[in-house]
């Protein structure tokens, strides 16, 4: 960055000009060390347009964010300094946000700055990614700590990646099946029943039933649309306090099915990242903490916290989260075995390891029965409404035969 400064010298002569330096402290110092008396130093026009840009949020998502932790744990292993290190990557960068991004985070390292600061200064980076690299920091093993937040990302992107890639077939078959339904029921049925209405034919009871069903689609349809919208503002809105929300997600982690696959799921991000932590010599305290935050579920989220506080009190871990009633006892016990062998966050790591691997396996269950039930369900739709078209017709052919 450039400052223009005007200063007066060892001499009383007043002096103008610009200075190049990283921070504006870094201009100061450097002009203070000629021993000049700096009067005013303020950044020219293009460092100002620059530290102005610099204040927006970059994103550093997904895949992005794991290429650039591990390249960065990479160039860290092969004993480049940092700055260096955060140079190269932004040189590689092929997206402008991005590489404004790691030069930001270069730029404060350089004013000097821990590089948890700097990462805790940006929004792309959450309370995890910053207590590891923090810990590793103060212990000398950064590379070793990112290459651990790398693959934790990693797995993470491919879990979310397997959520979506199973929700997806199910979501657009139901949402097929709910149009071809309305379709036939507001546009195809009427036309058709309107016909034998006109010949005044006694209608079968199954068509009877399909054109009261058809005439509540088309006059309640849209006032039900409405009323869902409006119990979704509503329950919204609800759901903004927090006594209320906590109760709410109590009550999803009961469900018989999501319940437990969305409980597996949060206990396995939890104990995956106390093992990150843990492994990177964290105090337990503000680990346990840390991982609450990760934690989806505001029911689960305020039994942690709980949790937290009887090891605050003296209690051990795994008796802790016993009277959190959160963890299953497959859990509980490998958490006390790491705690007796010493080698908690290895135990934890296979405990999240296991609960990913339960959360996967019912997730592929509830697919696997939803689908074949939708299509059931909509087959016997659509025979529902044919058979109700075709037995008016059947019978006037009788009646004309």
Known sequence: MKFRYSAVDRQGKKQRGWVEAPSRRLAWQKLTGNNWQVI???PTTESAAIAFSSRKPVALRGSDLVIFTRQLATLLSAALPLEDALLTISQQCEKPAQQKLVQQLRQQVLEGRAFSEALASQKTFNRLFCAVVAAGESSGKLSLVLTRLADHTEQS???????IQALLYPLLLTLIAIAVIAILLTSVVPKVVEQFLYLKAELPL???MLLTLSEGVQTAGPILLLLCAGLGVLAKRLLKDAQRRRRWDRLLLILPVIGKASLNLNTAHYAKT??????SAVPLLEAMQVSASVVNNSYARWQLAQAQE??????????ALTKSGLFSPMMRHIVASGERSGELDSML???????????LHQLNVMVSLFTPLLIVAMAGMVFFIVLAILQ???????LAG
Do not use: W, Y
């Open 274 to 279: 106390l093992s990150i932590l843990s492994a």
């Open 40 to 42: 005013t130093l303020k």
């Open 349 to 359: 790591g296979r405990a999240a390891d296991i609960q990913e691997e339960a959360f």
């Open 392 to 398: 008016p017709i059947m019978q006037m052919n009788s």
């Open 206 to 208: 199954s068509t009877r």
């Open 157 to 163: 992107q491919k879990i979310k990646s397997k959520l």
């Open 310 to 319: 009887r090891v605050r009190e003296g209690a051990e871990l795994s008796h």
